[in-house]
């Protein structure tokens, strides 16, 4: 039977979680695979709203902002991949951040209060 993945929501508590796992070195490679996820779910949602934005220009916003996600986490995998932990654990703060201030008044849990 195949194995099931539980499904990652990218919000403020994910990052933390994966932010707090860099103060054990054992930890290191399922940082990198954590930030290896979210790179690739924001590089195919960026991927999709460039596919849209011809038809749905409002969608410019959206591209801007992931474009801004993706630049963080790929320069947050490279700190990681040189060893460089203080520099990464910066990007995941200002990628906690970034996440906490583009969250909208009555989403879901994916923003819990500040």
């Not at 979680?17 to 790179?39: G, S």
């Not at 410019?60 to 995998?77: Q, Y």
Request: aromatic share 2%; proline share 5%; net charge negative.
């Amino acid at each position: 039977m195949a194995e099931t993945k539980p499904m990652l929501i990218i919000n403020k508590d994910t990052v933390s979680d994966t932010k707090q796992k860099m103060a054990d070195p054992k930890n290191l490679k399922d940082v990198i695979e954590d930030v290896k996820k979210m790179l690739e779910i924001k590089e195919a949602l960026l991927w999709r709203s460039e596919g849209m934005a011809p038809c749905c220009g409002s969608l410019s916003n959206v591209s801007a902002h992931l474009t801004r996600e993706v630049g963080i986490l790929e320069h947050t995998l490279a700190a990681l991949e040189s060893g460089d932990k203080s520099h990464a654990s910066e990007l995941l703060q200002e990628y906690i951040d970034l996440l906490q201030a583009s969250c909208e008044i009555g989403e879901p849990d994916y923003c819990p209060p500040k």
